[in-house]
Nanobody, 127 residues
Framework: QVQLVESGGGLVQAGGSLRLSCAASGRTFSGYRMGWFRQGPGKEREFVAAITGNSGDTYYADSVKGRFTISRDNAKNTVYLQMNSLKPEDTAVYYC????????????????????WGQGTQVTVSS
């Protein structure tokens, strides 16, 4: 069982930056692939970014590539999402998620691929 707690959301002006953090419980954090998803008002939950365990390979949605950076600190059981050049369309509740991969390959971009979820943190970008 893994428990995830996000923090770092808030209100920011367009062009600004925020860093989200997700603290995970458990002693085998490095064995989990971690992802960030978001859900805007009236929209489905969508993939933002993901990172594998020990190798730290990263994956991004096209809409955030070049602006957002996902990283992890396995010693601190924490995954981060650095968000720069924020746009009003980035406004959403951001969720951290985790799963343990049975085989290699790229990290999942589908919400259904993740087993554990945080409670979400609100990010609001004003124009």
């Amino acid at each position: 069982q893994v428990q995830l707690v996000e923090s770092g959301g808030g209100l920011v002006q367009a062009g600004g930056s925020l860093r989200l953090s997700c603290a995970a419980s458990g002693r085998t954090f490095s064995g989990y692939r971690m992802g960030w998803f978001r859900q805007g008002p009236g929209k489905e939950r969508e993939f933002v970014a993901a990172i594998t365990g020990n190798s730290g390979d990263t994956y991004y949605a096209d809409s955030v590539k070049g602006r957002f950076t996902i990283s992890r600190d396995n010693a601190k059981n924490t995954v981060y999402l650095q968000m720069n050049s924020l746009k009003p369309e980035d406004t959403a509740v951001y969720y951290c998620a985790a799963y343990r991969a049975a085989v290699g390959g790229p990290a999942s971009r589908s919400p259904s691929g993740y087993d554990y979820w945080g409670q979400g943190t609100q990010v609001t970008v004003s124009s």
